[in-house]
């Protein structure tokens, strides 16, 4: 506990501090207290700004570990000056967060002897600002749908996209699909460099087992999330809101939390369809999963497992497979005229090796290993070819093409056309990321795993290799070998992992997901209880 004489000693400080906030709105109100009962309406390990009033239990949650600072008597000029200090920096607080519900565990509670309850909305949570745009869950003429997305990594954007031209083919303008990076759009500094943040951690990979791994234990991240809520509320609800929407899609771990938060501040989650699509395949983090969510869509039982232990029920859960492209589904050219339109050879087996849309890993390293490991010298001639996918990275794009190949070689660079990339190839060298595993097994292609990012795709290696539709290794000497004994005397092998990665391929997961989505608006027109988990 700190004492109200621990900070007498510098009002003029605290002062200057409060009057640098910016956005000070709100008037400060009053809640009676009795300081007998120890009871107080905020939540556990608070901070909590006022005078020494009264307080009366009122079936309210007792202070844990909370701080206290205030005037003995609102007449002496200490408590003056306090009343100042906590005016101002309740209505910083005020302004710039929804209201003591929304912040929770390890949150801020402030008022000088609390705030009136009339001025709480119904659910005890000040509410959001009124006036927002138009009505949402009841637009006219076509629906909305909103997905939630960051690029933190390409898999987000990617399935947002699928699910994007999933609903265009599926139902045409009856749908109006809205995609937008919450953190990076509607946060302020520093929420907003949230993308930056996760691809500096990820080339750390410590950082990043840190930050994963930390995050993990409910208490951890909840707290987390309840104090974000404090900053970055009033934004974001001005970010979802705006769109007015009938359908919101988080396909993302951290999309989940906080706009329900609000949603459920609004009373609108009778009003707005609210569902999240994992796009970790089999491993993920437990932010993925909140109890209010109408429906949960995994990609595979793993998934759908870890959301019943996270306490989802079974009728929020499907089990559809991961969202990929419609053009994935579509029958593409064969083989050998895909290879004739990219520059390759039309008959030699051909192995793809793609390093994600910024180019990384050991790509050259592996290209060159298999330069060499697919050229047979007693025959004198090559046993296979090879198509590099060097995405943004423009400069090893350069430097792959000035090397002189024993072996047919295509370099390209950013595809926007990987099925048929994928198409002209007989089996692909990748790291572990699940869209790229999704769309691989549509295609029958076997894989070889040469990396994976700690955490949510940990899971994905032993998910290829004990579903026998690929192998994991490192280092590009082995990788080569590899390849080079599919092209020749393990062909069968390449051909029964072929069919295991056919036979596990979930091709109309995009549509079903699109579909279910329109049930449930269809559904809530009849019956708005049917959309709200309460």
């Known amino acids: 506990m700190v004492h109200a004489s621990t900070t007498v000693s510098e009002p003029t400080i605290l002062l200057s501090l409060v009057s ?100 709480l909305g119904g659910d005890g949570n000040v509410g959001l600002e009124d006036g927002i745009e138009g009505k949402v869950g009841e637009s006219k003429g076509s629906k909305r749908v909103l997905i939630l997305m960051s690029d933190t990594g390409g898999g987000h954007r990617a399935s947002a996209e699928a699910i994007k031209a999933a609903f265009l083919e599926e139902f045409g303008d009856e749908y109006q699909v809205f995609v937008t990076d919450l953190w990076s759009e509607h946060t302020p500094w520093p929420f907003n460099q949230l993308p930056k943040s996760y691809n500096f951690l990820v080339k750390h990979g410590p950082l990043w087992k840190v930050t994963y791994y930390g995050s993990v234990p409910r208490v951890i991240h909840q707290s987390n999330f309840a104090a974000t809520s404090t900053f970055i509320a009033r934004e974001v609800a001005k970010g979802l809101l705006k769109y007015k929407p009938d359908i919101i899609i988080s396909v993302h771990p951290l999309m989940q939390h906080v706009p329900l938060r609000i949603l459920r501040a609004k009373g609108l989650l009778k009003k707005i369809v609210f569902t999240t699509v994992v796009t970790d395949l089999s491993t993920c983090h437990p932010t993925w999963f909140h109890k209010l969510v109408t429906r949960c869509y995994c990609p595979s039982n793993e998934v759908a497992r870890r959301a019943k232990k996270a306490g989802l029920q079974p009728s929020q859960i499907r089990v559809y497979g991961l969202p990929v492209r419609p053009s994935f589904i579509k029958p593409v050219l064969p083989k050998d005229e895909l290879r004739k339109e990219l520059g390759m050879d039309e008959y030699l087996p051909a192995v793809l090796l793609m390093g994600g849309g910024e180019g990384m890993g050991p790509l050259e390293a592996t290209a060159r290993a298999l330069g060499e490991a697919l050229y047979d010298e007693k025959l004198g001639e090559p046993i ?101 004994q599919w092209f020749g005397p393990k062909a069968h092998e390449l051909e029964i992992m072929a069919q295991n990665a056919l036979k596990l391929a979930r091709p109309n997961a995009v549509f079903q997901i699109v579909h279910d989505l329109h049930e449930l608006v269809r559904r809530r027109s009849y019956d708005p209880e049917y959309c709200a988990v309460t």
């Open 20 to 119: 640098k906030l910016n956005l000070l709105t709100f008037n400060s109100g009053s809640r009676n207290q009795d300081s007998s009962t120890g009871y107080c309406p905020f939540g556990p390990s608070c901070l909590y700004l006022g005078g020494f009033g009264t307080l009366r239990k009122q079936n309210r949650l007792r202070v844990v570990g909370s701080l206290r600072l205030g005037g003995s008597g609102s007449g002496s000029e200490n408590g003056v000056i306090y009343r100042r200090v906590v005016d101002d920096f309740n209505r910083f607080i005020r302004f710039n967060c929804v209201g003591p519900e929304w912040i929770g565990l390890g949150s801020i509670g402030v008022g000088y002897g609390g705030v009136d309850d009339d001025k």
């Open 384 to 484: 296979g070819q090879l198509l590099v996918i060097c995405g943004r990275n423009k400069k090893l794009a350069n430097k792959l093409q000035l090397v002189n190949w024993k072996v047919p070689v295509q370099v390209k660079g950013f595809v926007t056309k990987m099925e048929e990339c994928m198409g002209a190839c007989d089996c692909i060298i990748t790291k572990a990321g699940p869209g790229t595993i999704a769309e691989a097994m549509i295609r029958g292609l076997p894989i070889i795993l040469n990396d994976y990012i700690a955490g949510q795709e940990a899971g994905n290696v032993p998910y290829v290799v004990e579903n026998g539709f690929g192998k994991f290794s490192k280092s590009p000497k082995e990788i080569a070998n590899i390849v080079a």
